[in-house]
């Protein structure tokens, strides 16, 4: 899997389409929430959720679709720790997964783009790439792993931090964006006018 010419311009597409979105709703972040639910998308509340996701291997925000007995693990947390239901089987959809809808703004942004670029197909969200990514940023686990990656897996990691650092700097991106306009803002309220 190659960052082609084309894969190029859908992740642009998607920062364009994520950075519209949160910039749309960012005074009514619930508006955002109801965007991906319109999308198909399911969105859990989960009491304790750094805990629960923690035991299924998982983190707070978009999870990609899962299958096999991860698939039921995370079906049966779900389904015990929120008041949401999802079908128990060897296979979940993407999802969010959520300790509550009040959340950092960023964090939304982050999980949004990752979300949007997981919908468009991007590369780097399938399981075992997924499963490499976070291994390699475990604590306990020796970064030495990588020399047993066939050079697939090494280039489908690539997509996958491709796929973190587009998120990463869209989020500084709409950070800064915010940040000038809440100054020019509050500059135009106290002084009446903005000189450039």
Not at 58 to 77: H, N, R, T, V, W
Request: glycine share 4%; net charge positive; proline share 3%.
């Amino acid at each position: 899997m190659y960052l082609n010419a084309q894969e190029k311009l859908d992740a642009k597409e998607v920062i364009n389409n994520a950075k519209n979105v949160f910039k749309e709703h960012l005074k009514d972040p619930q508006k955002i929430f109801e965007y991906i639910e319109s999308q198909g998308t399911p969105i859990f509340v989960i009491k304790k959720a750094r805990t629960v996701l923690w035991f299924v291997g998982e983190d707070e925000g978009f999870i990609p679709a899962k299958s096999g007995f991860q698939a039921l693990a995370l079906a049966l947390c779900l389904n015990i720790f929120s008041n949401q239901k999802l079908a128990l089987g060897f296979e979940t959809p993407a999802l969010f997964a959520l300790k509550s809808y009040e959340v950092s703004p960023y964090f939304l942004a982050y999980q949004l783009y990752h979300w949007m670029a997981y919908s468009k197909n991007l590369s780097g969200y399938d399981a075992k790439t997924i499963k490499n990514f976070k291994n390699i940023f475990a604590l306990d686990k020796d970064i030495m792993a990588m020399k047993n990656l066939s050079i697939e897996e090494i280039l489908s990691l690539r997509e996958a931090i491709a796929r973190d650092v587009e998120a990463i700097e869209m989020v500084a991106a709409l950070a800064k964006e915010v940040s000038g306009q809440k100054k020019a803002s509050d500059k135009l309220k106290k002084d009446g006018n903005i000189s450039i």
